[in-house]
Protein backbone atom coordinates (compact mmCIF):
# COMPACT_ATOMS: atom_id res chain seq x y z
CA UNK A 1 0.00 0.00 0.00
CA UNK A 2 1.61 3.45 -0.95
CA UNK A 3 1.74 5.52 1.86
CA UNK A 4 2.99 9.76 1.76
CA UNK A 5 3.82 11.10 4.92
CA UNK A 6 4.79 14.88 5.36
CA UNK A 7 7.17 16.67 7.68
CA UNK A 8 8.74 20.06 8.70
CA UNK A 9 5.19 22.11 9.03
CA UNK A 10 5.43 24.43 12.23
CA UNK A 11 5.39 28.07 12.94
CA UNK A 12 7.53 30.89 11.52
CA UNK A 13 7.16 34.53 11.69
CA UNK A 14 6.80 36.17 7.86
CA UNK A 15 9.88 36.40 5.85
CA UNK A 16 10.94 32.86 7.51
CA UNK A 17 12.24 29.61 6.20
CA UNK A 18 11.31 26.54 5.91
CA UNK A 19 11.48 22.78 4.33
CA UNK A 20 8.85 20.54 4.03
CA UNK A 21 9.86 16.70 3.16
CA UNK A 22 7.45 14.07 1.73
CA UNK A 23 8.39 10.34 2.59
CA UNK A 24 7.04 7.84 -0.07
CA UNK A 25 6.72 4.55 -0.10
CA UNK A 26 6.94 1.65 -2.59
CA UNK A 27 8.77 1.32 -5.99
CA UNK A 28 6.31 4.17 -7.80
CA UNK A 29 8.01 7.01 -6.43
CA UNK A 30 10.62 7.59 -9.09
CA UNK A 31 7.73 7.35 -12.16
CA UNK A 32 5.60 10.00 -11.42
CA UNK A 33 5.40 13.64 -11.48
CA UNK A 34 5.06 14.69 -7.61
CA UNK A 35 3.65 17.97 -6.34
CA UNK A 36 3.04 19.58 -3.63
CA UNK A 37 -0.20 20.83 -2.81
CA UNK A 38 -1.78 23.07 0.24
CA UNK A 39 -5.10 23.83 1.67
CA UNK A 40 -5.69 27.03 3.41
CA UNK A 41 -8.92 26.81 6.26
CA UNK A 42 -11.64 27.40 4.19
CA UNK A 43 -10.50 26.95 1.00
CA UNK A 44 -9.93 24.27 -1.94
CA UNK A 45 -7.24 22.35 -2.17
CA UNK A 46 -4.43 23.87 -4.88
CA UNK A 47 -1.65 22.19 -6.64
CA UNK A 48 1.75 25.09 -5.91
CA UNK A 49 4.63 23.16 -7.41
CA UNK A 50 5.23 20.16 -9.44
CA UNK A 51 8.19 18.09 -10.67
CA UNK A 52 8.71 15.82 -13.35
CA UNK A 53 11.02 12.59 -12.97
CA UNK A 54 13.55 14.12 -15.42
CA UNK A 55 13.50 17.05 -12.42
CA UNK A 56 11.90 19.58 -14.42
CA UNK A 57 9.52 22.22 -12.43
CA UNK A 58 6.95 24.41 -12.42
CA UNK A 59 4.75 26.57 -9.66
CA UNK A 60 1.85 28.45 -9.20
CA UNK A 61 2.27 32.26 -9.47
CA UNK A 62 1.80 32.97 -6.00
CA UNK A 63 4.86 30.42 -4.81
CA UNK A 64 7.02 31.63 -7.62
CA UNK A 65 10.67 32.71 -6.52
CA UNK A 66 10.00 31.85 -3.07
CA UNK A 67 9.54 28.17 -3.01
CA UNK A 68 11.79 24.96 -4.56
CA UNK A 69 10.82 22.13 -5.58
CA UNK A 70 13.30 18.95 -5.20
CA UNK A 71 13.26 14.76 -5.22
CA UNK A 72 15.65 12.16 -4.29
CA UNK A 73 14.30 9.36 -6.36
CA UNK A 74 17.29 6.82 -4.51
CA UNK A 75 15.68 8.13 -1.35
CA UNK A 76 11.79 8.13 -2.46
CA UNK A 77 11.66 11.55 -1.06
CA UNK A 78 9.90 15.35 -2.07
CA UNK A 79 11.12 18.38 -0.58
CA UNK A 80 9.59 21.93 -0.51
CA UNK A 81 12.11 24.74 0.19
CA UNK A 82 9.70 27.92 1.26
CA UNK A 83 11.45 31.11 1.60
CA UNK A 84 9.96 34.88 2.40
CA UNK A 85 6.93 33.37 3.97
CA UNK A 86 4.15 35.22 4.09
CA UNK A 87 0.70 35.01 6.27
CA UNK A 88 -1.41 34.08 3.02
CA UNK A 89 1.10 30.88 2.77
CA UNK A 90 -0.07 29.45 6.06
CA UNK A 91 -2.04 26.10 5.23
CA UNK A 92 -2.00 22.37 5.57
CA UNK A 93 0.97 21.23 3.20
CA UNK A 94 0.33 17.64 1.30
CA UNK A 95 2.54 15.80 -1.45
CA UNK A 96 1.00 13.73 -4.00
CA UNK A 97 1.30 11.93 -7.56
CA UNK A 98 0.31 14.22 -10.13
CA UNK A 99 -2.19 14.71 -11.62
CA UNK A 100 -3.97 11.76 -10.65
CA UNK A 101 -4.08 11.53 -6.39
CA UNK A 102 -2.57 8.65 -4.94
CA UNK A 103 -4.23 7.98 -0.95
CA UNK A 104 -3.85 11.22 0.84
CA UNK A 105 -1.32 12.03 3.86
CA UNK A 106 -2.03 13.59 6.97
CA UNK A 107 -0.56 16.72 5.46
CA UNK A 108 1.89 18.95 7.69
CA UNK A 109 0.23 22.50 9.27
CA UNK A 110 2.51 25.13 8.35
CA UNK A 111 1.70 28.53 9.85
CA UNK A 112 3.01 32.07 9.51
CA UNK A 113 2.24 34.56 12.07
CA UNK A 114 4.13 37.15 13.87
Known amino acids: QVQLVESGGGLVQPGGSLRLSCAASGSFFRLYTMGWYRQAPGKERELVAT???????NYADSVKGRFTISRDNAKNMLYLQMNSLKPEDTAVFYCNRVPTALPWGQGTQVTVSS
Open 51 to 57: ITTAGRT
